[in-house]
């Protein structure tokens, strides 16, 4: 983040004031209007400084729970005994590269330790150039893969409102069976997306250039909380490999046991698919700054034949490797993983109803703790409901529920919670959801009776959505955690 140069001597408001602010107006706050000061973290909620209790439903960084003891007393008694680089042997990297390959299919056994997910996509992308002696990337539309100029590259999602397309950088469609090519209702999206990478990767063959690798993340969830139809990788990888390029799955938000069925969301797509390589981040670590790439021999060979070192100063330090070991073991002592699917099928069974209920949902999709709920504008356009996802989720924020929205009309509500998340935070969430819609559907149709009524009132009186805002605070089904 951005806050992190000096301190504003004039306390909050004159630091939120432009003319004082440290930094750039590039980093953003969540809630601008009405930013939260966040001062104090535990399990899947977050408190302010007044102490008010909010329902975290969107960090999937604090992948265990804010703060978890296990994880923090790892890292303080290891940084009391030693933290330097991974320049010595030390038993922790060796443990947990071990650990890791155990969630892992087995050709993946090489492991880089970096500190964040776009060092280890950056890698990747080195990684499956040397390998392949090719240079080009095919990307998903709408993609996401990391901060660094090699990564807002290969992101559609960034590089549209930047620089534009590079000619080595390829675009493929989204796998999206809600708003894409190919939607539920074809017998084979799987087949249909991927022969749309096929033509893609045949017309840049026959333009005389080379494909070093496809990334994908496993789940898509900047492009919107995006389950691809199973057997699709495994296309793509085919095609990627005849031209000569790897598969990279990006789990940097959606491994580590979310999707609940599976430890690593690639193995949705079913267990005959492995990627060439793997990149980590975020819930890795929870919190504290490690990420990792797994590859195979082949991979790690062809990179080290360059005979120039991979030097990371952090990456995979003690400490680092310390914490990545505990949040592995807290995942297994806690079950969490079969807890993310119990407690995700709920949430999801929970806003079905919700669907059901309210015209705007149009979409409920997801597995484990990764959901996503697509508002619109209605049934027939699927046209996304913008301004309305934006009013919910700051109604939400009301409620003391964190939420935010994805995709590229910012219309999808995102889960991503802290995989303690319990049946009860579903019930008292799908309850306000619940309360928050009525509300604004109340609205809606009391301002259309007034325009029915003969000399009915002008569009002007229905109140917008932002007036709507300053209605009274909805009270869901579940306790309001204060
Ligand atoms: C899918 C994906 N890949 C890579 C990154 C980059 O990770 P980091 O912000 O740790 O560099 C992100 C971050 O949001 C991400 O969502």
Redesign the pocket.
């Known amino acids: 983040g951005c806050y992190c140069g000096w301190t504003c001597p004039l306390g909050l408001q004159t630091w939120l004031s432009p003319s004082c602010r440290p930094c750039s107006d590039s980093c953003r706050l969540f809630y601008p209007e009405d930013p939260l000061k966040i001062v104090r973290g535990q399990g899947q909620y977050l408190y302010d400084e007044q102490g008010a209790e909010y329902l975290d439903c969107i960090n999937n960084v604090a992948h265990v729970g804010h703060c978890h003891p296990h994880v923090v007393r790892a890292a303080h008694e290891q940084n009391q005994a030693l933290n330097t680089n991974s320049r010595y042997l030390h038993d922790n990297i060796v443990d947990y590269a071990q650990r890791l390959s155990e969630t892992l299919p087995e050709k993946l056994c090489v492991f880089y330790f970096l500190n964040?997910?776009?060092?280890?996509?950056d890698l990747a992308l080195r990684l499956a150039r040397k390998y392949t002696g090719h240079w080009d990337v095919v990307v998903l539309d709408h993609?996401?893969?990391?901060?660094?100029s090699s990564?807002i590259d290969i992101s559609p999602y960034k590089f549209r409102d930047l620089d534009g397309q590079k000619e080595w950088v390829h675009v493929a469609p989204l796998p999206d069976t809600y708003r894409g090519l190919y939607r539920e209702d074809h017998p084979n999206p799987a087949g249909a997306y991927a022969s749309e990478v096929e033509r893609l990767v045949n017309s840049i063959q026959e333009k005389g250039r080379k494909i070093a690798a496809f990334f994908a993340?496993s789940l898509p969830?900047?492009g919107g909380q995006i389950i691809p139809p199973a057997g699709f990788f495994q296309e793509v990888a085919e095609h990627i490999h005849r031209a000569g390029g790897v598969f990279v799955a990006?789990e940097?938000?959606v491994g580590f046991g979310r999707v609940g069925k599976h430890f690593w969301a690639f193995q949705l797509q079913g267990q005959d698919f492995v990627p060439d390589i793997v990149?980590m981040?975020?819930s890795i670590g929870n919190g504290h700054?490690v990420?990792c790439v797994a590859t195979t021999r082949a991979v790690a060979r062809a990179f080290e034949a360059t005979g120039v070192e991979y030097f990371n100063t952090f990456g995979g330090s003690p400490v680092s490797c310390a914490v990545g070991v505990a949040v592995l073991d807290v995942l297994e002592r806690e079950q969490l993983q079969a807890h993310a699917a119990s407690v995700g099928g709920f949430l999801m069974e929970l806003l079905e109803q919700q669907k059901a209920k309210h015209p705007i949902i149009g979409d409920v999709r997801g597995i484990g703790l990764f959901i996503g709920v697509d508002l619109i504008k209605d049934g027939a356009t699927r046209t996304p409901a913008t301004e309305e996802a934006n009013y919910v989720v700051s109604r939400m924020k009301e409620n003391y529920i964190l939420l935010s929205t994805d995709g590229p009309g910012r219309n999808v509500l995102k889960f991503k919670p802290p995989m303690c998340f319990s049946a009860d935070n579903a019930r008292h969430v799908a309850a306000t959801m619940d309360a928050i819609l009525t509300d604004m559907e109340e609205k809606v149709r009391s301002c259309e009776t007034l325009r029915l009524q003969p000399g009915g009132g002008p569009a002007e009186r229905c109140p917008s959505l932002e007036e709507m805002k300053s209605a009274p605070q909805i009270h869901g089904g579940g306790d309001l955690q204060l």
């Open positions: 964040s997910g776009s060092e280890a996509n993609a996401y893969h990391g901060h660094l990564l993340e969830s900047v990006d940097i938000q990149t981040g975020k700054p990420a």
